[in-house]
Structure formats: C-alpha cells, structure tokens
C-alpha cells in the first residue's frame, strides 16, 4: 500500500496476481491490464472525485460545463486507457 498525494490521501493497494516471462522486445515499466480510469489530478480526494463524477454524468448539474471544460472533454470512469497509461510510463524513464 502506498499513499499518493498526501494533501488528497489517495491510498492504493497494488496487488501482484501473476509475473510474466520477459519479453526482449518490450519497454519497460508496462501495464498489461487494469480497471477504470484513474481520477484526475488535483479533483480533491474522494469526496472531490464524487463531486466531480457526480456534476460530469449530470448535464442538468450546475458544475457540468465547468467539470468538462477542466478535464479537457469527456470522462468516462469506467475507461482505462492503456496507450495512455504506458506513454506517461514511459515518460519517467
């Protein structure tokens, strides 16, 4: 378990399920597989996040417009973008 931003504490367990040979060809650090898109950054810990998802699935919301134009479009929780996952891996190389 590890704690990011320690001003939101966001708290994340890791869990190993399986190690996989080496692959030569592949860049490493790399992510095979996960679940669900990560909150945004700076969105305000846990209770900020269910404001947010709360105010970007309700376009009657007063904070909708607002949320979107923030996040840069749309935001679908349920998403995890692999590609974009291992480009920022890649990134702190």
């Given at each position: 378990?590890?704690?990011?931003?320690?001003g939101?504490?966001?708290?994340?367990?890791?869990?190993?399920?399986?190690?996989?040979?080496?692959?030569?060809?592949?860049?490493?650090?790399?992510?095979?597989?996960?679940?669900r898109?990560?909150?945004?950054?700076?969105?305000?810990?846990?209770?900020?996040?269910?404001?947010?998802?709360?105010?970007?699935?309700?376009?009657?919301?007063?904070?909708?417009?607002?949320?979107?134009?923030?996040?840069?479009?749309?935001?679908?929780?349920?998403?995890?973008?692999?590609?974009?996952?291992?480009?920022?891996?890649?990134?702190?190389?």
């Amino acid at each position: 378990m590890y704690e990011y931003d320690f001003g939101d504490s966001w708290q994340h367990v890791l869990v190993v399920e399986k190690t996989l040979p080496i692959e030569e060809a592949a860049r490493y650090p790399i992510c095979v597989a996960g679940a669900r898109a990560c909150p945004p950054e700076d969105v305000g810990g846990i209770l900020g996040y269910e404001d947010f998802l709360e105010a970007v699935e309700e376009p009657q919301h007063p904070e909708h417009g607002q949320f979107l134009e923030w996040i840069g479009g749309d935001f679908d929780p349920e998403v995890l973008d692999l590609d974009k996952v291992n480009r920022l891996l890649r990134a702190i190389r």
